[in-house]
């Protein structure tokens, strides 16, 4: 099984800042990799898929970047509702596994 | 619009069983890979299983945690996904959500049905 490692756990920003979330793999997962916001009480909702690409109606300010083991989510700069926790998830094999999440929290 | 709908959660036994069904709208779910995806209260995401359309085999695939006690099944004229627990363990409590591939993978969830395994 893939591991997903993710960091910071923590990661404290102040709105209009930007933040840089990582997330690492065990092993390749060449681009089959996303990212997801969740906010307490609610579901995931994908942001990123393939490594960079924006799911539908998701704001211009989130982008994924990376291949092969190494990601990064940057938020440009940060709004209000973005303070969530954060999850990646490689579907490169199965079981499709997800790093642990990294909380944003507001500075 | 999309829609996933989980059903079936609630109080059971360790050692009990439990099916949970997800009722999709909005898209063509026989044409879709879905999957079933659990929370642990405070934790992290974990998966739990797949199945795959019945075009590209209905096959489906467990993570670790589930393999021989959870069973994955499809009913597309119903538009219903399942989950079939058994042997339940108070490690399995936790929110379970379905998750379909749309357009791209995991693209829609459902807003989950909470699971709780307890004496």
């Known amino acids: 099984e893939i591991v997903m490692t993710q960091s910071p756990a923590t990661l404290s920003v102040s709105p209009g800042e930007r933040a840089a979330l990582s997330c690492r793999a065990s092993?390749?997962?060449?681009?089959?990799l996303a990212w997801y916001q969740q906010k307490p009480g609610q579901a995931p909702r994908l942001l990123i898929y393939?490594?960079?690409t924006r799911a539908t109606g998701i704001p211009v300010r989130f982008s994924g970047s990376g291949s092969g083991t190494e990601f990064t989510l940057t938020i440009s700069s940060l709004q209000s509702e973005d303070f969530a926790v954060y999850y990646c998830?490689?579907?490169?094999?199965?079981?499709?596994?997800f790093g642990q999440g990294t909380k944003l929290e507001i500075k | 619009e999309v829609q996933l709908v989980e059903s079936g959660g609630g109080l059971v036994k360790p050692g009990g069983s439990l099916r949970l069904s997800c009722a999709a709208s909005?898209?063509?779910?026989?044409?879709?890979?879905m999957s079933w995806v659990r929370q642990a209260p405070g934790k992290g995401l974990q998966w739990v299983g797949r199945?795959?359309?019945?075009?590209?085999?209905?096959?489906?695939d467990y993570a670790a945690p589930g393999k021989g006690r959870f069973t994955i099944s499809r009913d597309d004229s119903k538009n219903t996904l399942y989950l079939q627990m058994n042997s339940l363990k108070t490690e399995d409590t936790g929110v379970y959500y379905c998750?379909?591939?749309?357009?791209?993978?995991?693209?829609?969830w459902g807003q989950g049905t909470l699971v709780t395994v307890s004496s």
């Open positions: 199945i795959k359309t019945k075009t590209d085999g209905g096959t489906t």
């Open positions: 092993q390749s997962v060449s681009s089959s």
């Open positions: 998750s379909a591939d749309v357009s791209t993978v995991n693209d829609n």
């Open positions: 909005g898209f063509t779910f026989s044409k879709a890979w």
């Open positions: 393939d490594a960079s």
């Open positions: 998830q490689q579907y490169d094999n199965w079981p499709r596994t």
